[in-house]
């Protein structure tokens, strides 16, 4: 239905390690969101970009960092993975108020 | 602080039953509210809400929005078991991002 990509959809990695989560929508969509879901959880707003070089924090406090220099590409990088991060991440875009998703990322650190 | 409430959280009835999911919010400036259906892992559109009173139907499911009393309903009959999913009430306002604020969901299962 919709072009966003997420890769990879699943990544199990141990305690400290550098971690980048992909994030690509084809649709020239300016604004981007990622959440997180723990397993029968609601969706939590960490980070979202109104546009190139604009990037915010969420609801939800979050270690990571992301990053939009290129409207298409919206990256979530954790700089030191702990248990705690495990989660399944969501990646959105939309122009209108309908919110687009990517398939997720199943994210295990051990 | 915007919040999204959803009732039942957990839901099972036998295939053909008629079932109405609800949901609640608190919005300052409430702009849109948006149905999602999540089965394993992205959340697929349903409707968008904007108008009190106006029904959105697409085959067996229909939605309906109250904003005086600040809540919505989603129905779906004659129930398959391809229906079996966590269903996400999602409310956006003007102001910010417009960010989408989620509710927990209700897991509907469906029995054969």
């Known amino acids: 239905e919709a072009d966003i990509y997420q890769t990879p959809r699943y990544l199990v990695i141990g305690t400290g390690k550098k971690i980048t989560l992909e994030c690509s929508q084809t649709?020239?969509?300016?604004?981007m969101y990622w959440y997180q879901q723990d397993p029968g959880m609601e969706l939590h707003l960490i980070h979202y970009?109104?546009?190139?070089?604009?990037?915010e924090k969420g609801d939800l406090s979050s270690e990571s960092t992301v990053s939009r220099i290129r409207t298409e590409h919206f990256p979530l990088t954790l700089e030191s993975a702990r248990p705690s991060h495990t989660s399944q991440y969501l990646c959105?875009?939309?122009?209108?108020?309908?919110?687009?998703f990517g398939q997720g990322t199943r994210l295990t650190v051990v | 602080e915007d919040k999204v409430v959803q009732s039942p959280l957990s839901l099972v009835v036998h295939e053909g039953d008629t079932v109405t999911l609800n949901c609640s919010y608190e919005?300052?400036?409430?702009?849109?509210l948006l149905w999602y259906k999540q089965e394993k892992k992205a959340p697929t559109f349903l409707f968008m809400l904007?108008?009190?009173?106006i029904e959105k139907k697409s085959g067996r499911l229909s939605s309906i929005l109250d904003k005086k009393e600040l809540f919505s309903i989603l129905n779906i009959t004659a129930t398959q078991t391809g229906d079996s999913a966590v269903y996400l009430c999602?409310?956006?306002?003007?102001?910010?991002?417009?960010?989408?604020?989620f509710g927990q969901g209700t897991r509907l299962t469906i029995n054969p």
């Open positions: 649709m020239g969509h300016d604004k």
């Open positions: 904007t108008s009190s009173g």
């Open positions: 970009s109104y546009g190139v070089n604009s990037t």
């Open positions: 919005v300052t400036n409430f702009r849109s």
């Open positions: 959105a875009s939309s122009v209108t108020d309908r919110a687009f």
């Open positions: 999602a409310v956006r306002a003007y102001q910010g991002a417009q960010k989408l604020v």
